[in-house]
């Protein structure tokens, strides 16, 4: 167990709809980051919050956005859902200092119908 | 854009047996990561390398990071069935953003 949690597991809409995905990590880090895994294209960084601040933008589509809140938790949103965006999302952290050393959650699988 | 190509993408061995797991990039890296990672669960981060020609070990792996810190390979020693899995490596670069490579799914017969 990594100490970060996401949920919820598994997520099935269908193609059009806007889902979020949630993020709570580990005690005492301030770093978040979401990935996004398919067969396809790998695991690739989508965006890194920080305190609250985004710090970092990868691969993120327009369609999606995040927010890191005061608590530290941190929310994925997805909208105007294609077949395309079926994936494993997850959500990683890391303690400040150490960016590189990232603690991955469980996941959620999206899957788009 | 930066990529990082591992070798091989399949490897099947009996258990007992040796087996090296390559990384590379053209581009440098600050960091080296390798993660394991099981079916429908998170990638688990195995060891992170920084130094050009850092050798680290943990127990069975030995995890090692190029001279010019473009590549990396893991080797694992007398494999078991346990060490059965999807291997990634990781390249650090700013604000702790990883870029990851394809992945090695390894299985280990008994």
């Known amino acids: 167990d990594s100490g970060v949690t996401q949920t919820p597991k598994h997520l099935i809409t269908a193609t059009g709809q806007r889902v979020t995905l949630r993020c709570s990590p580990r005690?005492?880090?301030?770093?978040v980051y979401w990935y996004q895994q398919s067969l396809d294209q790998g695991l690739q960084f989508l965006i890194q919050y920080y305190n609250g601040e985004e710090r970092a933008k990868g691969n993120i589509l327009e369609r999606f956005s995040a927010q890191q809140f005061p608590d530290l938790h941190s929310e994925l949103n997805l909208s105007s859902l294609e077949l395309g965006d079926s994936a494993l999302y997850f959500c990683?952290?890391?303690?400040?200092?150490?960016?590189?050393?990232?603690?991955f959650g469980p996941g959620t699988r999206l899957t788009v119908t | 854009t930066q990529l990082l190509e591992q070798s091989p993408q399949f490897l099947s061995i009996q258990e007992g047996e040796n087996l090296t797991v390559y990384c590379n990039s053209s581009?440098?890296?600050?960091?080296l990561q390798w993660y394991r990672q099981e079916p429908g669960e998170g990638p688990v981060l195995l060891v992170t390398?920084?130094?050009?020609?850092e050798v680290k070990k943990l127990k069975r792996l030995t995890f090692q990071f190029g001279d010019a810190r473009k590549d990396s390979s893991l080797h694992i020693t007398a494999a078991q069935p346990g060490d059965t899995g999807l291997y990634l490596c990781a390249g650090g670069t700013s604000y702790g953003k990883l870029t990851f490579g394809q992945g090695t799914i390894l299985t280990v017969h008994p």
């Open positions: 005690s005492g880090d301030l770093s």
């Open positions: 990683a952290s890391s303690e400040v200092g150490r960016d590189y050393e990232q603690y």
């Open positions: 390398v920084v130094t050009g020609g």
């Open positions: 581009s440098v890296f600050s960091s």
